[in-house]
């Protein structure tokens, strides 16, 4: 989005050892073209039904296309996509393409959200090692159809993971826009220690990673 700025640079280095890319949906800031022209296009890419023709276009050669429901192995890996209540529009002329979340089981099992809002059965993803939950977002408002700090603390209460780690703030910022700070993830620590406090809370900052 033309609009928007990263707040750090993503070394080339981050790059190297891709094996897959779990994409969604279909809004600018989650798949990004140019973002995904990095990477080789032997990549093998799961989107939502009605994006792949993005990521075709752009030369990649495994391209899945999922819905709710589906299952995809990825190596020694198990994904299953899972509901999301988020908007499916790519706008303003783009495709159409029904966000979803994964959970993706291996030695450990993980939940990345992507964008969504609490939904009916999202204590059916258990049982959830880490969960990767959306706090905030680029923007002054927060729009339906986003988990907010109390929100992503209440979900927590239906997930039950032992390890959550707030995701989606701090990424993206406006041209004119002071730097982002961690008000957001740290509203989330905060929320979720009365909430939920038998679940440990990390906050990471850009480039860095998370071992299970």
């Given at each position: 989005m033309v609009h928007l700025r990263r707040a750090g640079a993503v070394p080339r280095a981050a790059f190297a050892d891709v094996d897959a890319v779990l994409v969604s949906h279909s809004h600018f800031d989650h798949l990004d073209l140019p973002s995904l022209a990095r990477l080789d296009r032997s990549?093998?890419?799961?989107?939502?039904?009605?994006?792949?023709?993005?990521?075709?276009?752009?030369?990649?050669?495994?391209?899945?296309?999922?819905?709710?429901?589906?299952?995809?192995?990825?190596?020694?890996?198990?994904?299953?996509?899972?509901?999301?209540?988020?908007?499916?529009?790519?706008?303003?002329?783009?495709?159409?393409?029904?966000?979803?979340?994964?959970?993706?089981?291996?030695?450990?099992?993980?939940?990345?959200?992507?964008?969504?809002?609490?939904?009916?059965?999202?204590?059916?993803?258990?049982?959830?090692?880490?969960?990767?939950?959306?706090?905030?977002?680029?923007?002054?408002?927060?729009?339906?159809g986003h988990l907010n700090p109390r929100s992503a603390a209440e979900?927590?209460?239906?997930?039950?993971?032992?390890?959550?780690?707030?995701?989606?703030?701090?990424?993206f910022r406006t041209p004119l826009a002071a730097p982002p700070d961690d008000a957001a993830p740290q509203e989330f620590v905060r929320a979720a220690a009365e909430l939920a406090p038998g679940v440990e809370v990390r906050v990471l900052q850009i480039g860095e990673s998370c071992p299970l």
């Open positions: 990549v093998r890419v799961v989107v939502p039904r009605g994006a792949g023709v993005l990521v075709r276009r752009r030369g990649f050669e495994r391209v899945v296309e999922v819905e709710e429901g589906d299952e995809v192995e990825l190596g020694t890996l198990h994904v299953r996509t899972v509901h999301a209540d988020h908007d499916a529009a790519r706008r303003p002329l783009g495709v159409r393409a029904q966000p979803v979340g994964f959970v993706v089981r291996g030695s450990r099992s993980v939940y990345f959200a992507g964008d969504t809002d609490i939904f009916p059965g999202m204590d059916d993803l258990r049982p959830i090692d880490a969960a990767l939950l959306p706090v905030a977002g680029w923007g002054p408002t927060l729009p339906p979900s927590l209460v239906l997930l039950r993971p032992g390890l959550a780690v707030p995701i989606h703030w701090g990424t």
